[in-house]
């Protein structure tokens, strides 16, 4: 009788340390994974924002209205704000230009863990003859959604004095089913080419 009480509970400490284990392991799982999706889209905009950027000519600082049906408010030379618009050239020298916009939105369907997350959308319109006098008469643009997980209110763009550089600061929020939430700061800074 005693060998059959001590072999139970060594079986029930055993299970619950391979329990235990396994609960780990698929936590671990699950925070790696989601840490490595927000890095994965965080990257992809930040390489496809330098790529538009480098060869930009012209911020629109100061842009207070809407393009393509999208709210932008650009900051000043030497401020911060939450959205940007800029023009660059295609060609040399400059009679074709590309518009782009950078802003944030709602997840139109939000994570449940993290449901106040943002996500970055990059809008691009090719083929302008002028870099346009008023971004509000672009239309008819492409737009890329990077789902960065961005907690409200932490997404910064700041232009340069000279309107001829900019700095886009922001973290990045990833909570897990199982273990700890992920909040990852990242910054980029660029200068354009041709600025004008």
Known sequence: MVEILASGALMALVLSIVSSAAW?????????????EARQEVRKLLTDLGREVRSGGRIFSGFNGTMDGRRYQVP???????SLIFASPEDDPPTRWTVCGLSTRANPNPDPQNPLALQVVLYRRAGLVTPSPSPALVTGGTTRVYDCSVPPDNFTVTVGHLSDSLTVEMWSEKRPIHGLSHLQQHSLHLTLRNSQ
């Open 24 to 36: 780990l392991v698929r936590g671990s799982f699950y925070g790696r994974t989601a840490r490595l």
């Open 76 to 82: 000043a030379p030497g401020q911060s704000g939450d």
